[in-house]
């Protein structure tokens, strides 16, 4: 099937320039050519939140955006360092996951998918377990929740803690602050940058860096700074994925950069609300806590996902699936990629055609 208008969070609907880029010459990743690429993406993408590079590195990994969680997880809290994983929803339930995997010393602070992280309660938490980090889920894609990452930072900075932040949601559409108590920003090319899937990264601070732990050999997050530092790599890249990435890059900031694409994505996500709140589809998490890139509905009576979903992609669009418990409540609509108002107008005439009365 061609042409689908892709909206799950990831991968996306390519733009015809970066759906080219794909297919660009043969490389090999040991050449001039393959450095000067690389040192252009990383300079774009500290250029995306105007971070510093006396300050932050751009550490770029081939792989999906777990890697790039993964690695920042491994690699940041040292062999006596605590970490506390805030849970709203499935990927703050996998960084616990990581966690654990990578034998750190941890604790979960569980709260239901979709809750709000209160700053108070945090403060709370911290004095409690006494945690030398805090890793975040910026937007939970498992609800549309946006954390509130400024008020967690400022909670963490006033304990001395540093956070480690899972944006790959986010990144490039919503407001980051790279403020003191920030180490780390993980996050991935094929969501709201509109890449390809295949090239991850984490925009992290040299000094959270010099002090990094080897737990893991590809997910060496010091072992990929080091070498992309000096115009080298540790493994071969995914270079079609870094093509599409330089081109995604450029694209971004050609179009007005992450307040460009936030102010679009929001318009096409409110189209989307505003039409099914009038088919009676309600917004789960209130449109104020939601981020501009992706909402989760509740299914209208006596429609199940499959059938909705099955509708809607016979009609050229691909919506996505509830997880765990909420798969059989909810459907969630993600707005990033290359999609119109017009592309939104369709969809809910889709939806005319199977919820009308
Ligand atoms: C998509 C997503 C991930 C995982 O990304 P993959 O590319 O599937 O590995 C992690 N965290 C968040 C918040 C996401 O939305």
Redesign the pocket.
């Known amino acids: 099937m061609s042409g689908l208008r892709l909206l799950n969070?990831?991968p996306v609907t390519l733009t015809p320039r970066v759906r080219a880029a794909l297919a660009g010459p043969d490389l090999c990743h040991r050449e001039p050519e393959f450095f000067d690429m690389q040192d252009r993406i990383r300079q774009r993408l500290l250029a995306v939140y105007a971070t510093d590079a006396a300050t932050w590195a751009p550490v770029l990994i081939s792989g999906?955006?777990?890697?790039a969680?993964e690695a920042m997880i491994a690699s940041l809290p040292g062999r006596h360092d605590k970490l506390l994983v805030i849970e709203n929803g499935v990927?703050g339930e996998?960084m616990t996951r990581m966690a654990a995997v990578h034998d750190i010393e941890h604790v979960a602070w569980h709260l239901a998918w979709g809750e709000a992280i209160d700053a108070r309660q945090l403060a709370e938490m911290i004095r409690l377990h006494a945690p030398t980090h805090v890793a975040v889920?910026h937007?939970?894609?498992t609800t549309g929740r946006l954390n509130d990452i400024a008020a967690i930072a400022a909670v963490c900075e006033s304990h001395d803690i540093s956070l480690l932040v899972?944006a790959?949601?986010s990144f490039g559409a919503e407001s980051i602050a790279f403020t003191q108590a920030v180490a780390a920003v993980a996050a991935?090319a094929?969501?709201c940058l509109h890449g390809a899937?295949g090239a991850a990264f984490v925009i992290v601070r040299h000094d959270a860096l010099a002090s990094a732990t080897t737990r893991a050999l590809y997910l060496d997050l010091a072992g990929y700074a080091v070498k992309q530092a000096e115009r080298g790599t540790p493994f071969t890249p995914g270079i079609p994925a870094f093509y599409a990435l330089d081109a995604a890059l450029a694209e971004h900031a050609e179009a007005g950069g992450w307040c460009a694409r936030r102010s679009h994505y929001r318009d096409l996500a409110d189209r989307v609300g505003d039409g099914l709140a009038g088919r009676g589809m309600a917004e789960i998490v209130p449109r104020e806590a939601a981020s501009c890139v992706l909402r989760s509905y509740r299914l209208p009576p006596g429609v199940s996902y499959a059938r909705l979903h099955d509708h809607l992609k016979q009609a050229g669009f691909v919506i996505y699936a509830g997880q765990g418990a909420l798969a059989e409540a909810i459907f969630r609509v993600s707005t990033m990629g290359d999609l119109s108002a017009a592309d939104m107008a369709e969809l809910l005439a889709a939806f005319d055609e199977i919820i009308a009365p």
């Open positions: 969070p990831g999906s955006g777990t890697s969680v990927y996998r889920v937007h939970e894609t899972d790959v949601s991935t094929n969501k899937p």
